[in-house]
């Protein structure tokens, strides 16, 4: 019969533990009221994977009573070379012991003790009683007190990992010793950490020794006059009241006069309906999930800015779902006039993706699921539903679900609510795509992930049973329709209602139609480029082992750095673990070196060639000779648009070569044309703008040259003296690097000079202009107050490192709190630029159609025409998208190629 478990933890050892494993990110980790929570995130790992799957019949978390005790009135200086504990442990102490009986476990401290003195008693008192012990500590010295009935498990790593002690590891590990030598194996060596002394000159190793040859301290010193004389017996003799001292101190009393028995430690189980709020209290999103899944539905949380109290109800979670087939499609009829449909694809490429299922529904009428995909295509009600302009569609990321549903050519009419857009508003910092995860992320917890249900990576799997994929489906449907009022409510309250019905919802819009056209590639044209790259790289690679006498593999970064550094004696910059760094950056400090500046080029054209010429060949499109990227729009968290599948926003444009592959896009059809059209300085305008400096808008106001405006500025030149090149040069890396809040060092970097210099030229900008000083300063502070900065149509970005203790992390948060409303109002006129030229085109009935947006500049193709219309069209419209104080300018060109049109 196996023997009752009694589970004894060390509170102290293991908060201490869980704090400092997250110590570099102890700003991250804080609840809604400024709490941190790091060591409670640890601990309550450690609940998790011990407490909760051990379920011991009884459990004692023992908890240090103060930094007196018994110990430090026998050596005051115990433990005195600690640093005091910091405030932000200090203030999670109580929450701790809060977690600690919400899981069902008693708490215990006594005064003049240790908690390793109520673990070593608590043990014994357990071992005599016929438990099987197991202790949990960070503290190796609990080791001591292993025996065939109690086993100590000592964390390894954070409090996640733990090593297994028992008699036979204790020998392993102390050279065949007991664990009660190990006491006396301490009193010689000495304890640094707890700052008692110990013998000098005695380490583990020889102390180890010792006490194998004689067993303990007291039977060492019986028999020291036999010892050799040595200076280990001399400093043994000398220092003997410290070595006793020590033992004693090492010691874990297993007396302690406790005030507790083992009828007081009955494992009381979990509280889970306290313990949701508890969470809720702490922001522990994992948890709540977790819960959600075991029974608990957990609403309200803090999910407005009024911080109200959140509200938890028990339920079974049954959603209502039916299977929909063409004999009961009449419900859907029933609807109403406001739905809400998912559909489910089986990859994250919507273009290429095959849908799987779908969900339509709402709270009042349930929820219908089905695999037949037909039925959305077919004359049925629910097509009718999903095409009609009356009723309101609440969607999951509108911009797929219209491309994906166009792919079975039909159309999805009028889009309420899309979860994943508002979710993106209220807080670009959870810009998650998986649904459950949005939800839980706002305090939504009964739907799960699709990595729950689905799995990942090779494991990923849709169910194919269809209630379990029907369920899973009308929750995420159920999410949608619950989360809508609530968010809808916030970003009411956040000032962002027009944000998301005036730009970002119909921009979804205008993004899948321009995802749908995509964009014709000459195949043709890539792989005569791919020839002439392989012909070029080849020519490189024996340039380079003629350069470097022998051949070897260039892209083996050890082989390149055994060359250079090794074969060809150039200096190292910076050293790996593994050997030499041939970073680029490294490099580019050699490139005049002949061999160095050979490999820089072969590294630029092979990334172009496997990059962009292969990358892009792999993903035209069949069907149409065309690729279409997808635009992540929830994505940055400036609002700036990201393209991926493939990326039509990273062809590199500062050497020919990456400039040639824009060659390869083309008009859809003859006689057409590409038409480019950018903002010319956007971010330098929106700063001019919203800073209100007098000489910056007077500069574009006039229409100058904005860098040789500063230029002559910041170098004090009289009107008739000319600004040379390198003067503008820079004068634009200071007016660009005072948008992303530039140090004097990287100033320094970017225009080649010391770093007094580069703040003098800071300096002396901001005494020129000074609005931007006053506006810099007053952004900082206010995002220090709100937590978050806004660009001119309320997007916000929250800072949750602007008051950080780091300083790195509050200076990275500082000029982010400085480009952010800059760089992200750019965006919002863009944005704004390209619903209103949507609609004018189709106003105006033009064959014109809008294919790309690459950060500030629209690509379309046009009938050559309508060419002459769009060189009017565009710059008005797009000049106007937004009121400054500066002027907008917009510059445009055409081409027969995008290369062409620049």
Not at 302 to 323: K, S
Not at 737 to 756: C, E, H
Request: glycine fraction near 6%; aromatic fraction near 8%; charge should be negative.
């Amino acid at each position: 019969m196996a023997k009752p478990t009694l589970l004894l933890i060390d509170g102290n050892s293991l908060a201490f533990r869980a704090f400092y494993a997250l110590y570099n990110q102890v700003d991250r980790f804080t609840n809604h009221e400024g709490l941190h929570t790091n060591a409670l995130v640890g601990f309550n790992n450690l609940l998790d994977k011990i407490v909760d799957p051990f379920h011991p019949d009884k459990v004692l978390v023992a908890w240090d009573a103060g930094k007196s005790t018994f110990r430090t009135t026998k050596f005051d200086n115990y433990k005195g070379n600690r640093d005091k504990t910091p405030s932000e442990l200090v203030e999670q102490f109580e929450p701790l012991r809060k977690m600690v009986a919400l899981h069902g476990i008693k708490n215990y401290e006594l005064i003049d003790y240790e908690a390793d003195d109520i673990i070593g008693t608590t043990a014994k008192m357990g071992e005599a009683a016929g438990y099987s012990v197991t202790i949990v500590t960070g503290d190796r010295d609990m080791r001591q007190l292993v025996s065939e009935d109690i086993k100590v498990l000592i964390t390894v790593k954070g409090v996640s990992e733990v090593d297994e002690y028992t008699v036979a590891k204790v020998a392993e590990v102390y050279d065949g010793l007991t664990p009660n030598q190990i006491v006396d194996v301490k009193g010689l060596q000495g304890d640094s950490s707890d700052n008692y002394p110990g013998v000098p000159g005695i380490g583990e190793k020889t102390a180890i020794q010792l006490i194998k040859e004689h067993h303990s301290i007291p039977e060492l010193y019986e028999r020291l006059d036999d010892m050799k004389k040595s200076k280990r017996k001399e400093n043994l003799i000398t220092y003997k009241a410290d070595a006793m001292m020590s033992l004693d101190l090492a010691r874990i009393r297993t007396d302690a006069p406790l005030t507790i028995s083992l009828d007081d430690l009955d494992y009381q189980g979990i509280d889970y309906q306290a313990l949701v709020e508890f969470y809720q209290h702490l922001d522990f999103k994992q948890q709540l999930v977790k819960l959600a899944n075991m029974g608990y539905v957990i609403g309200g949380g803090q999910a407005d800015v009024a911080g109200q109290d959140a509200t938890v109800t028990p339920t079974d979670l049954q959603v209502e779902v039916r299977e929909l087939t063409a004999n009961n499609l009449a419900h859907i009829e029933e609807l109403g006039n406001e739905v809400t449909f998912y559909l489910e694809l089986d990859g994250e490429n919507y273009h290429t993706a095959a849908p799987v299922a779908f969900v339509i529904g709402n709270a009042a009428h349930g929820y219908f699921a089905s695999r037949d995909i037909e039925l959305l295509y077919q004359k049925t009600p629910l097509n009718a539903v999903l095409t009609d302009e009356k009723v309101v569609k609440n969607v999951f990321n509108a911009k797929a679900v219209i491309v994906a549903l166009k792919r079975l050519d039909v159309a999805l009419n009028n889009i309420g609510f899309d979860l994943l857009l508002v979710a993106y508003l209220l807080d670009t910092n959870d810009n998650n795509n998986d649904l459950g995860a949005l939800a839980q992320q706002n305090d939504y917890y009964a739907v799960q992930t699709d990595e729950e249900v689905y799995g990942k990576g090779a494991k990923f799997a849709i169910p194919e049973v269809d209630a379990d994929l029907f369920e899973h489906l009308a929750r995420k449907a159920m999410a949608i329709t619950n989360l809508k009022d609530p968010l809808m409510a916030k970003l009411t309250a956040h000032a962002q209602l027009d944000l998301y019905t005036d730009i970002e919802r119909p921009l979804s819009m205008v993004l899948a139609e321009m995802e749908s056209t995509g964009i014709t590639v000459d195949a043709n044209h890539l792989l005569e480029m791919r020839s002439k790259f392989a012909e070029r790289l080849s020519e490189l690679e024996q340039q380079i082992y003629n350069q470097a006498g022998e051949e070897f593999n260039i892209n083996s970064p050890k082989q390149l750095g055994i060359i250079l550094f090794e074969k060809m004696g150039l200096k190292p910059i910076k050293k790996t673990k593994t050997g030499y760094s041939t970073a680029v950056e490294v490099l580019e400090q050699l490139s005049d070196v002949p061999v160095v500046e050979s490999i820089l080029r072969y590294r630029t054209l092979a990334k172009i060639q496997s990059t962009y010429i292969e990358g892009l060949l792999r993903v035209i499109h069949g069907s149409d000779s065309k690729v279409h990227t997808r635009y992540l729009q929830t994505l940055t968290q400036t609002g700036r648009l990201s393209s991926v599948d493939p990326n039509l926003q990273n062809i590199p444009v500062r050497i020919e070569e990456g400039r040639q592959i824009r060659s390869a896009f083309v008009p859809s059809q003859p006689g057409w044309k590409i038409f480019s059209a950018d903002y010319s300085q956007i971010e330098l305008r929106v700063l001019a703008h919203i800073t209100g400096d007098k000489h910056l808008q007077e500069a574009f106001i006039h229409d100058e040259d904005i860098h040789a405006a500063t230029a002559r500025r910041i170098f004090g030149l009289a009107p008739e003296e000319t600004v040379d090149p390198n003067m503008r040069r820079q004068a634009k890396a200071v007016n660009f690097g005072i948008v992303y809040g530039i140090s004097d060092f990287g100033l320094a970097k970017n225009i080649g000079t010391d770093r007094k210099t580069a703040k003098a030229i800071i300096e002396t900008y901001f005494n020129e202009y000074p609005g931007v000083r006053t506006w810099s300063e007053a952004v900082i502070a206010q995002a220090k107050q709100d937590g978050f900065v806004e660009t001119v149509a309320h997007r916000r970005r929250y800072l949750p490192d602007i008051n950080a203790r780091s300083f790195n992390l509050r200076s990275f948060a500082e000029r982010t709190a400085m480009n952010s409303p800059i760089q992200g109002s750019a965006a919002d006129i863009i944005k704004i630029a390209m619903i209103r030229m949507q609609t004018a085109l189709k106003e105006a009935g033009m064959q014109t159609k809008m294919l790309l947006q690459v950060h500030d500049e629209l690509i379309f193709e046009a009938p050559a025409e309508e060419m002459a219309t769009l060189h009017e069209m565009v710059p008005r419209i797009m000049d106007s998208a937004m009121q400054l104080d500066v002027p907008l300018k917009v510059e445009t060109h055409e081409g027969l190629t995008w290369y062409d049109a620049k």
